[in-house]
């Protein structure tokens, strides 16, 4: 209102003052200090020569009012010279934003900068008051009702300012009802199913459903109307939409009016147009049929199939239309027409290859399914482009068809990549609970001179195991896509690091494999290796690994017979000693003592079932030949949700080779979509193994383990399956003792005995002569045989079996981001053995109720840091130390309901 009272009072002012007309000979600018004098002088209507009057200087007045940059205009007269006295609007110095959170400060400065007030431009008061009644739009658009934005303009010397935008967000308002008039036929919850936006209920804390938005809103209505147009109801409308706002601004109700109208069915079907392909292949896409309920979601895809087929056999340009017409009279029919414009047949010209600077042409060319000279397919060229996308070699790859000038059936599709540094050299921190702390380093080229081929060298290490392998690839060793690798490793393994029984593996091989694509989704392969493997036990290694008891040379070896040992063994059992670690004890003193040895013979020891290593040795070379196969439809190699995979291996030895086995596995998962939000996963792993030729049995470093992260969640790795036998020892004790140096204490140095050579042995055994005597042993033992004792029984002493059954679900909970999961799962399975012994625990053939189980959540999350995955479990029916009590044959289960695992790359 100000400006208008000043533009008024200079008109009035100028009217007075020019009274009289001139010929102006000169204009003179006064006041400038930013702006230029160009855009001035191009918007005044006056120059030299010109005359002026009231009139003239009026318009002057408008036109630099109107420019925006200048607050004051006045307009004087010397002489004939026409004086402009400008005052400018003030300089932005800077642009300030507080209490913005939902629209960042970089879109708010992008605002500013488009609209020319940005540091450094001139204030425009009239473009400040419009961005800040948009972004109050904005807000509100938002469900922000009590969102508020103002501005302060600080002045400044120098005729500069500071513009502070202060934003007061509020709080979205939430959606307390959706109201739904006139639906006759389905209630609201069927309705409102598929919607964006929801009712707002206390328990969905992180859930933004029930902030409402005018644009989801939009979308949710079109989501309405194809629900009703997918079941008949051609009438549908919506009447109308009301949107209410509480007094305080933080709930919101809407109504939506709706008309169902009636249900349509289909009359006739046609198809017009010129469908290229035959009328019959044409009409078998049709998704609809003569009496069906009309569908626009089969409409639409129908139009889209036979587009696709048409675009697929060179009809790049093709347009498929429905044309659906209501019947006349009450029978609520519709005919379908799809009128079809194939255009003309499109043939390539050429497959260019833009942005490789460093990838050979022909590694990008003998990828693509869209040849040169062929009719144009947008599937293969689709294809093609998915192919280079999966080699990893880019960072992007778009594709682009170009018309050839001059033709009208001839493109040019040209590939368009941006090439990422192929060559790594990685060093990795990992730990998991079961292995510990691992590290790792990889020098990896998985395009190695820009040939497509991989090469790659890695050393890793943690408490289980140390690895070093190198690998090489040719994935087009022949130009039909055959594969051709070498693989070199050696490896040590320490298996009671995770819950095995005790024995390391040392080992060393090489191998040759070759691939071949069976089709786009499925690939056959084929392995020929040899293996040196080594295997180190402990002293008490179990009875399958290695027989017990067991003496190998008992030629020097002495016993004492129980009835020599009892006297002793009484004064020490009523001094509170224990049986062969200290002399008797009388009154406070050792007593020197010796018991008459003599010299052990082979009638006296046990006859012992061989154990695998007294079998086969403990060295082996083994030639290795492997089959595999698999089929991978997933839409994503980490954290997939949809599609399925399949791996089948089998891996043998060469018969002649020292040890003859061979090993069978299946993975498979499978994505089942339950709705839009919610995915349910499948997947299984079945092993088998045995031994052929003149062995009966497979390998126990060859066995499978079940338990842990990957197989069977919330119970220790490994632990589930066949437990090893203890090792059973023969019973010593000492023969003697003698104070040789007078002192009275008892010194480990003096406690010896002489045996039948002659020489200082710490003990002796025992020869059984009444199975139930004291002091003989623990256990009853066998006259005439040297007396026995088992170690002690450990439930983490897990020796694995030659079958593998495992089974699990999982149904995976819709989260925000493609980098996090998480999952609700129920795990099964174990390891069971053809080959048990008496003496083993937990040790079934194979049988569905001995499968362990457990329930849980868990959650992975693809971090800066590296892979992370944690998981709770509940085991299902574990067996504890009370059913043990009950039934000796089982072992306790060794729970561990939290289980994570993390890894690092630096």
Not at 57 to 77: D, E, H, P, W, Y
Not at 462 to 481: E, R
Not at 610 to 622: A, Y
Not at 732 to 740: I, L, P
């Amino acid at each position: 209102m100000r400006k208008v009272l000043l533009f008024f009072w200079l008109w009035i002012l100028s009217t007075v003052a020019f009274a009289d007309a001139f010929k102006v000979s000169d204009v003179r600018i006064e006041g400038l200090q930013r702006v230029s004098a160009s855009p001035v002088f191009a918007a005044l209507p006056v120059q030299a020569g010109d005359i002026a009057d009231a009139e003239v200087v009026r318009s002057t007045i408008r036109a630099l009012f109107k420019t925006g940059f200048f607050a004051n205009v006045q307009v004087a007269r010397d002489g004939n010279v026409l004086i402009v006295i400008l005052k400018e609007f003030p300089a932005i110095k800077s642009v300030t934003f507080d209490g913005n959170k939902a629209i960042k400060t970089d879109q708010l400065n992008d605002i500013f900068l488009d609209n020319g007030l940005s540091e450094g431009e001139i204030l425009q008061q009239h473009k400040l008051e419009g961005i800040t009644r948009e972004l109050g739009r904005q807000y509100i658009s938002q469900g922000r009702y009590s969102a508020s934005v103002k501005t302060e303009i600080k002045d400044l010397p120098n005729n500069m300012v500071d513009i502070e935008v202060l934003i007061d967000e509020g709080k979205a308002a939430k959606i307390r009802h959706i109201n739904i008039v006139g639906n006759n036929t389905f209630n609201d919850k069927e309705l409102m199913d598929d919607f964006e936006q929801r009712e707002s209920v206390w328990w969905k804390f992180f859930s933004s459903s029930d902030k409402y938005t005018k644009e989801k809103l939009t979308g949710d209505i079109e989501t309405l109307e194809s629900y009703y147009l997918d079941r008949g109801y051609l009438d549908f409308k919506i009447l109308s939409s009301q949107i209410s706002v509480s007094p305080d601004k933080r709930s919101v109700f809407i109504t939506l009016n709706i008309s169902e109208g009636d249900v349509y069915t289909v009359g006739s079907v046609d198809i017009a147009g010129d469908p290229i392909v035959s009328e019959a292949r044409a009409k078998s896409l049709i998704l609809l049929s003569k009496g069906d309920v009309y569908s626009q979601a089969r409409v639409t895809a129908t139009t889209e199939y036979m587009t696709t087929l048409l675009s697929n056999i060179g009809y790049t340009n093709a347009k498929v239309e429905s044309n659906p017409i209501k019947q006349e009279g009450d029978e609520r029919k519709v005919d379908l027409t799809f009128f079809i414009d194939p255009g003309k047949r499109v043939y390539v010209r050429r497959v260019e290859f833009k942005g490789n600077t460093q990838t050979k042409d022909e590694v990008l060319r003998r990828e693509m399914r869209q040849l040169e000279g062929s009719s144009a397919s947008n599937a293969r060229i689709e294809q093609s482009k998915v192919r280079l996308e999966r080699l990893g070699f880019f960072k992007e790859v778009s594709v682009e068809t170009v018309d050839v000038p001059g033709s009208e059936d001839l493109v040019d599709v040209v590939y368009e990549v941006e090439e990422q540094p192929s060559g790594t050299i990685n060093a990795s921190l990992t730990y998991a609970q079961s292995t510990g702390i691992g590290v790792g380093l990889n020098v990896e080229q998985t395009n190695w001179l820009g040939t497509g081929k991989r090469v790659d060298f890695g050393v890793q290490q943690n408490s289980y195991q140390t690895v070093y392998s190198f690998n090489y690839n040719d994935p087009y060793f022949t130009p039909d896509g055959v594969s051709r690798g070498f693989t070199a490793f050696y490896r040590t393994r320490d298996y009671e690091k995770i819950n095995v029984t005790s024995y390391t593996t040392d080992s060393h091989g090489v191998e040759v494999n070759f691939g071949y694509p069976i089709s786009e989704i499925s690939r056959l392969g084929a392995s020929l290796g040899w293996v040196h493997q080594s295997v180190e036990t402990g002293i008490y290694a179990p009875q399958e690994i290695k027989g017990s008891p067991h003496i190998f040379d008992y030629s020097s070896l002495v016993y004492v017979r129980q009835s020599d040992l009892q006297d002793v063994f009484l004064e020490k059992f009523a001094a509170g000693g224990t049986l062969g670690t200290a002399p008797p004890l009388v009154n406070g003193e050792y007593q020197e003592y010796s018991i008459p040895t003599y010299a052990v013979t082979e009638d006296m020891l046990f006859d012992t079932e061989p154990g695998f290593l007294d079998e086969n040795g403990d060295s082996f070379n083994t030639a290795r030949f492997g089959l595999n196969w698999s089929r991978i439809t997933l839409n994503r190699g980490i954290l997939a949700t949809r599609g399925s995979s399949q791996r089948f291996n089998f891996m043998a030895t060469v018969p002649g080779s020292e040890l003859e086995y061979y090993k069978v596995t299946y993975d498979a998962q499978a994505f089942m979509p339950l709705t839009r939000n919610f995915t349910l996963r499948f997947k299984t792993t079945l092993g088998y193994g045995d031994g052929y030729g003149d062995m009966d049995e497979l390998p126990f470093f060859e066995n499978f383990y079940a338990g842990g992260f990957g197989s069977v969640r919330g119970y220790e790795r490994s632990t589930l399956g066949p437990k090893a036998s203890p090792a059973i020892h023969y019973e010593t004790v000492y023969s003697s003792w003698e104070d040789k140096d007078g002192d009275g204490n008892y010194l480990d140095r003096e406690e010896l005995g002489p045996n039948t050579a002659g020489s200082d042995s710490r003990g002796a055994y025992v020869l059984c002569e009444d199975p139930y005597a004291q002091g003989a042993t623990a256990y009853p033992c066998v006259p005439g045989k040297l007396d026995i004792g088992p170690r002690n029984y450990s439930n983490k002493n897990a020796f694995g079996g030659n079958i593998l059954v495992e089974l699990g679900s999982e149904l995976i909970l819709p989260l925000p981001s493609n980098s996090t999961q998480l999952v609700l799962f129920v795990d099964s399975g174990n390891a069971f053995s053809d080959n048990c012994r008496d003496t083993q625990k937990d040790c079934y053939t194979f049988d569905l109720g001995e499968l362990k189980s457990s329930y849980g959540v868990g959650f992975t999350w693809i971090s800066p840091m590296g892979p992370m995955t944690f998981s709770y479990a509940i085991p299902i029916d574990r067996v504890t130390t009370e059913d043990v009590k009950n039934d000796p044959t089982r072992s306790a289960d060794l729970v561990e309901r939290f289980q994570f695992t993390f890894g690092a790359g630096f």
